[in-house]
């Protein structure tokens, strides 16, 4: 069975860093895409940033450039989002997800590509002081 797990959340007062990490198994990491998501209650859901299968492209909500970086290590099957000067507005749970049908449309779009979405189970995420 394919999993990803995700890991690195927790509680962090504002202007503070976190660093989420995915980790893969059951399949080989370098043939896809891959991107974060992030839901909070009563907010819709928001594709965050997401890197292509061989890490030359990336792409970022406006919201979060030049404060998040996503970065994947194929080697290790684990795909990265350091977060830097954290906002309240960041607070939600964060989702690795995993573009099953290897094209970048994921990454063009920040949206899932569903039938072909493969999800992780989340991290929370809390900024507050």
């Known amino acids: 069975q394919l999993h990803l797990v995700e890991s690195g959340g927790g509680l962090v007062q504002p202007g503070g860093s976190l660093r989420l990490s995915c980790a893969a198994s059951?399949?080989?990491?370098?043939?896809?895409?891959i991107a974060w998501f992030r839901q909070a209650p009563g907010k819709e859901r928001e594709g965050v940033s997401c890197?292509?299968?061989?890490?030359?492209?990336?792409n970022y909500v406006d919201s979060v450039k030049g404060r998040f970086t996503i970065s994947r290590e194929n080697a290790k099957k684990t795909v990265y989002l350091q977060m830097n000067s954290l906002k309240p507005d960041d607070t939600a749970i964060y989702y690795c997800?995993?573009?099953?049908?290897?094209?970048?449309?994921?990454?063009?779009?920040?949206?899932?590509?569903?039938?072909?979405?493969?999800w992780g189970q989340g991290t929370q995420v809390t900024v507050s002081s």
């Open positions: 059951g399949f080989t990491l370098d043939y896809y895409s």
């Open positions: 890197i292509s299968s061989s890490g030359d492209s990336t």
């Open positions: 997800v995993l573009d099953r049908s290897g094209s970048q449309t994921m990454c063009l779009t920040m949206e899932a590509p569903s039938p072909y979405d493969y």
